[in-house]
């Protein structure tokens, strides 16, 4: 793929240790953008990279236009331990990392780096990273401006569990051809999702 001209002097590729795991994350900053500045994180589906993810998304395009700074962070195995019961996580057979951690550490390294504005950092995901973006709005509702949460439904166990610290502006962006993370919500004997309305009202 072709990194937009914008962009391309602009990327980094950076490292931050945490809990004893060494996390990988790249910083996106268009030209003209100087710190600190808004921020949007953008956690990518399971499997994908932060370069595969870059490519797909058009965030970068969009902090180009609108001035902000793009982060594309790298989960553990390549998937994020999001909120869902861990068997519908495929937790046996792929070990998420601390990322919970991760999102805390980098969101304050953004900002004292100098990169990012504390009162102006997004969060948004698609799939398991929108699960994980839910998993943030319920557990750290103070850290960001705001959430978006793209092709994922509420665990359903997050109608006990989730208790945000204040209310969260958030996002869901989900369409009913979805196959995968359906939009009326699924069940399984291991865990259920809500429907795309259900989340949004919870």
Request: with cysteine; glycine share 10%; aromatic share 8%.
């Amino acid at each position: 793929f072709t990194i937009p001209p914008a962009v391309a002097d602009g990327v980094r590729d950076l490292r931050l240790s945490v809990n004893g795991e060494d996390r990988r994350y790249v910083v996106v900053t268009p030209e003209g953008v100087s710190g600190p500045a808004p921020a949007g994180i953008a956690l990518h589906g399971a499997a994908q990279t932060p370069e595969s993810f870059r490519a797909y998304f058009g965030l970068d395009a969009a902090a180009a236009a609108h001035g902000f700074v793009a982060v594309y962070p790298e989960g553990e195995g390549r998937v994020w331990n999001d909120g869902r019961p861990a068997a519908m996580r495929l937790k046996m057979v792929l070990r998420p990392g601390d990322d919970v951690a991760f999102l805390v550490a980098l969101a304050r390294n953004l900002a004292e780096q100098g990169i990012a504005d504390p009162a102006r950092i997004y969060l948004t995901g698609i799939s398991n990273g929108g699960f994980m973006v839910q998993r943030m709005a319920c557990e750290h509702a103070e850290l960001f401006a705001a959430y978006s949460s793209i092709m994922a439904t509420a665990p359903a166990n997050y109608r006990e569990e989730c208790k945000p610290a204040r209310p969260v502006p958030i996002q869901f962006i989900h369409g009913t051809a979805d196959s995968v993370i359906a939009y009326s919500g699924f069940w399984t004997p291991v865990g259920a999702t809500l429907s795309a309305p259900e989340s949004a009202r919870l």
